[in-house]
């Protein structure tokens, strides 16, 4: 455009030499195009019904089950392309729909069902748990697709069929190396598994060329289409019979065929089930966190003088028209520091939350568990919402949207105490506790009082509140006098407010149990059918009470929850693309410019501007949790399992770097931040995960005589791919070359996400036997967290 805006003649011209140039190659016209994809659908339908009169002629066996997929596969592969044969002749937008809700609805969970099935070959597993892995994501894919338009159709197509491919591939890959080790006893498996892997490798290829013809049908040609057709279909019949070959030679290890698997039944790594005993005081956790909240307010309060603040032109003084606490947080470059400080302090309050959520499990109360949920959900999404204050700055935005989220941050602290107050008065007179009461009476009180100040002020001036500073009268540019003292006043209220707090474990009855629990970490997979009694805790989260007297209250059960430490690395991408794409498609209506239409601006550009770094700054407070949660999983088993101390100290080291470059990503969201950061955020997060990757690598070659190939494999692949990607965009940032966005960051993703389903270890966290244990609440200043013996022996209500 802007080449046009200059030399419109010269760029025309080269419009109609290129135009002339595609007009005189081999175009494929619509009709050989509409015979081609209708002859492609009779090829596949007819595939799957020689395939189903095969196996109608068979017996019916478990092992077989994989071949079945293969028939639904090629039948609903016909079935969609008839459908677009016919769109390339009507050209619907509606019957587009359905083409592509028939292939992302039928076909792809049948795509992820194959891949599983070729992962796990020598493991016990079921068709419907199978499915039932793959069908959530294709729903909530389908119905993306019905409330957006054919283009976010098509990359939500891509997203639910590239990944199963491409697992596909390296899974195949990694069953032929397994069919070559001494755990294979079948040496009929190696020829179908070699031809499995080398065809999936050619039909990927045939596939990437599919998909580059479809975004430039110009340069598509006649014989390159009948060519491709015909490798295709070539391929597809030669996977299908290799596929068949070896679900005939029990290759696929079936939950009802255990006795017939070729496969040895150990797979020759060592079993890691290990775990400690750990007591913790959900009360003393929440006072202790707010330690980062003084911290960050003494950084801001003494970045604010330093600054050479004056009232004149602060616009909270001239709307509340008093030193409000919220000033301390709007000037750099203390908002750098107070912004991860005040993340640290929503980890350790959800920490908090979750702790008492398993304490009220333990005491079997269904109340206690509503309230206890419910307040935890609001206090995370209202303490994510706070981190907008920094983004908001008042000298960029209006008061009211810098004022809002700072009321959320009270909100927080008055949801926790409301909700954990309600669950104590449900057991105990509050007339028993008249000290605790009145705190919780006051301290309610002053919260109150904090939001109902500022929500009346900004509704009675709300036509002053609704817009920034630059756009007030003359007669709304009212300052009070201000002195000193005031703003020394101001600190003193923040100072009282977090004594307040603080003060929360030591009035608290509850201040005398703490929550016992073993936290083990284990290498076992569970199998779909959940063959072992010991890991039933591996579909989630169970609740059972022990054996007690009749009349006694429950004081203790069995809660087993274990989840791969992978896991919350997914929710962290999915955060991630969430604020991403949200951000770009806010910033695209508001800005008037074409959605991800900017080859010429990076990530930093693009989350630091207003208003769709809001969404970015929300959803990254989601992302940071998620961080968190799967590198102290990592840490965790490692100092477990590892035998080697510098293998886990890099992986302590790798990891606090990653979680330091996540807790300062976001700062790029805060105007004017750009002038006190040497580079974005965005690079240090790329080079803190490519330095954790690499690191997952070195500990992959640490075990690889011990894994399966079906994990080791496509591990490795995936992890060399991300280490290059995530190095050639950290180098390339750091040389100052300006790299597309979200074309980079959904290669990253997608790359990362297999790289997490591909795990080699199969690594889990458990956390097991809960329970509530006697404390000296009054004993000096222990920490909120500690160590304690195995509690194994000890009965009800210990």
């Not at 195009?33 to 017996?59: K, P, R």
């Not at 390159?224 to 696929?252: C, D, N, P, Y």
């Not at 070659?701 to 991300?722: E, K, M």
């Amino acid at each position: 455009a802007g080449a046009a805006a200059r030399d419109p003649p010269r760029v025309l011209q080269q419009v109609a030499v290129g135009t002339e140039a595609a007009l005189q190659t081999d175009p494929v016209p619509l009709e050989m195009q509409i015979a081609a994809e209708a002859l492609w659908a009779v090829f596949n339908i007819a595939v799957g019904l020689f395939l189903f009169s095969y196996l109608s002629s068979c017996q019916f066996t478990a092992n077989m089950t994989v071949a079945w997929f293969l028939v639904g596969m090629r039948i609903i592969e016909g079935v969609a392309f008839v459908i677009y044969a016919i769109n390339l002749k009507v050209d619907s937008d509606n019957l587009n729909k359905v083409f592509q809700l028939v292939q992302i609805g039928l076909h792809a969970p049948l795509l992820w069902a194959v891949a599983h099935y070729l992962r796990k070959h020598d493991r016990p597993k079921s068709a419907q748990a199978t499915l039932s892995r793959a069908a959530p994501m294709t729903v909530l894919f389908c119905l993306v697709i019905l409330v957006t338009d054919s283009t976010m159709g098509g990359i939500v197509s891509m997203v639910a069929f590239e990944p199963p491919l491409v697992l596909q591939l390296l899974y195949g890959l990694a069953l032929w190396l397994a069919s070559s080790r001494p755990t294979c006893k079948d040496a009929r498996i190696k020829g179908p598994a070699a031809g499995l892997a080398i065809v999936g490798f050619v039909g990927y290829a045939a596939h990437i060329r599919h998909v580059i013809m479809l975004m430039d049908p110009a340069l598509e040609t006649m014989a390159g289409m009948v060519l491709q057709k015909l490798v295709e279909a070539g391929m597809i019949s030669l996977s299908t019979w290799f596929t068949v070959r070896l679900a005939e030679l029990h290759a696929f290890h079936t939950a009802g065929h255990v006795k017939g698997s070729p496969w040895e039944t150990g797979d020759g790594s060592p079993l890691a089930e290990r775990g400690l005993w750990w007591a913790a005081s959900p009360e003393r956790l929440w006072s202790y966190s707010f330690v980062f909240y003084a911290a960050a307010f003494i950084i801001t309060f003494l970045s604010l003088v330093r600054s050479g603040w004056q009232k004149e032109r602060d616009p909270i003084v001239g709307f509340y028209e008093s030193v409000h606490p919220c000033i301390l947080l709007d000037y750099l470059p203390g908002t750098l520091f107070a912004q991860p400080l005040f993340v640290c302090q929503i980890l350790t309050i959800i920490v908090c939350m979750m702790l008492n959520f398993f304490r009220h499990i333990v005491e079997g109360s269904l109340f206690k568990i509503l309230i206890a949920s419910f307040g935890f959900c609001l206090a995370y999404i209202f303490g994510a919402c706070f981190n907008l204050v920094f983004t908001f700055n008042p000298r960029e935005v209006s008061v009211l949207e810098h004022s809002v989220p700072y009321m959320f941050n009270v909100a927080v602290q008055f949801i926790f105490i409301a909700s954990e107050t309600l669950c104590l008065f449900f057991t105990v007179n509050p007339h028993k506790v008249p000290l605790f009461s009145a705190y919780v009476a006051f301290v309610l009180g002053v919260c109150f009082f904090i939001n109902f100040f500022m929500g009346q002020k900004l509704l009675r001036g709300h036509e002053k509140a609704s817009k920034p500073m630059t756009q007030w009268t003359p007669e709304e540019m009212v300052f009070p006098e201000i002195s000193t003292w005031n703003l020394w006043s101001a600190l003193f209220v923040v100072f009282f407010l977090d004594f307040l707090f603080i003060m929360w474990y030591r009035v608290n009855p509850n201040s005398g149990t703490a929550i016992a629990f073993e936290l083990g970490v284990t290498n076992r997979e569970p199998d779909d059918e959940d063959l072992d009694d010991d890991v039933a805790g591996y579909t989630g989260l169970v609740a059972k009470a022990q054996e007690q007297p009749a009349g006694a209250p429950m004081s203790m059960c069995n809660v087993a929850f274990c989840k791969p430490i992978g896991m919350p690395m997914l929710f962290a991408v999915f955060w991630t693309l969430v604020g991403a794409f949200g951000c770009e498609f806010v910033n695209s209506e508001v800005h008037d410019y074409p959605f991800m239409d900017a080859p010429d601006r990076g990530w930093g550009e693009t989350f630091s501007r207003y208003p769709g770094s809001g969404i970015m700054v929300v959803c990254w407070v989601f992302v940071i949790t998620s961080i968190f949660a799967h590198v102290a999983g990592v840490v965790y088993y490692e100092e477990l399992t590892n035998p080697s101390p510098a293998m886990r100290l890099l992986v302590k080291c790798s990891g606090f770097f990653v979680l330091l470059a996540a807790l300062g990503a976001h700062a790029a969201t805060i105007p004017g931040s750009g002038e006190w950061m040497l580079h974005d955020g965005p690079m240090d997060v790329c080079a803190a995960l490519m330095v954790w990757t690499i690191v997952d690598l070195l500990l992959l070659c640490q075990d690889w005589p011990n894994l399966r190939p079906s994990n080791a494999v496509p591990n490795a692949v995936t992890g060399v791919i991300l280490v290059v990607l995530l190095g050639l965009y950290a180098g390339k940032n750091l040389l100052g070359e300006v790299i597309p966005g979200h074309a980079c960051l959904a290669g990253i993703c997608g790359v990362l996400v297999l790289h997490i389903i591909c795990d080699s270890k199969g690594a889990h966290v458990v956390l097991t036997f809960p329970r509530l244990i006697a404390v000296n609440a009054d004993h000096g200043c222990w920490p909120p967290v500690w160590q304690i013996p195995p509690l194994l022996a000890c009965g009800p209500g210990s």
